[in-house]
Every structure is written in C-alpha cells, then in structure tokens.
C-alpha cells in the first residue's frame, strides 16, 4: 500500500492555500505519475512523520507537476483542510525461525585421533 510522505511544511500549505504542488523533479510527482498513475478525481493515501495519516485528492498537470488537495472525505474538516489521523499501533508479531542442525558423523573418529577426553 503506498503512502506518500509529505513535510510539515507541506501539509501547512495544503491548509492555507487548499492545495500543494510537487514539482516534476520531485521524486514522489514522479511516482505517483507513473507508478499509480491516477484517474481523474481520485484520491491516494498521503502521510507527514510524527502527525499522521489521511487522503487526498490528486491531479497530474499537463507539465508532470503534481497537485495534491484534500479529499472531500472524512479526512478533510470543516473549513476543508487536511486533517491527518494517527496510525494505529503495530500489532504484536513474533517470529520463530529453525535450522536443523548440521551432522558431523567424523566428530566422533577425530576425538579418537585426537586423544581427547573431552569435546565441548
């Protein structure tokens, strides 16, 4: 599932203005333009570290430049600005791995040769 990382700044912007716009060097613009390639109208998942989570709606410009808004959903408030929930907790998952264990049939014959009366 892709999620795209937005700064704070960004997400600042989005809320003054209603909108931001990626420019077409940017990474994110370049993959959201050919990798998820969107329809018109549609919305995809946006992030910003340590604030949360939400949707918004996004547009790709004739240019390659990308404009990200917020969706008309309930991640948007009100005064239509975007609102970014938190993420839930990550489940708890534990993960038990085995190996079998390697034979050694010469250890026996080389304690012999060895004269050894104890192998540890």
């Known amino acids: 599932m892709n999620l795209v990382l937005l700064l704070y700044d960004e997400v600042e912007e989005i809320n003054a203005t209603g909108s931001v716009l990626l420019p077409t060097t940017d990474r994110r613009a370049r993959h959201i333009a050919t990798v998820l390639k969107p329809k018109p109208g549609a919305t995809i998942r946006v992030g910003c570290v340590g604030v949360g ?39 708890h998952v534990e ?20 004269k050894l009366d104890r192998l540890s």
């Open 53 to 91: 989570v939400g949707r918004a709606s996004v547009c790709i410009l004739e240019d390659g430049q990308v404009r990200l808004s917020p969706a008309a959903s309930n991640d948007t408030d009100a005064a239509g600005r975007l609102c970014l929930s938190a993420l839930p907790p990550h489940p």
């Open 95 to 114: 993960l038990l791995l085995a190996m079998p264990r390697p034979k050694a049939p010469g250890l026996a014959g080389m304690r012999a040769s060895m």
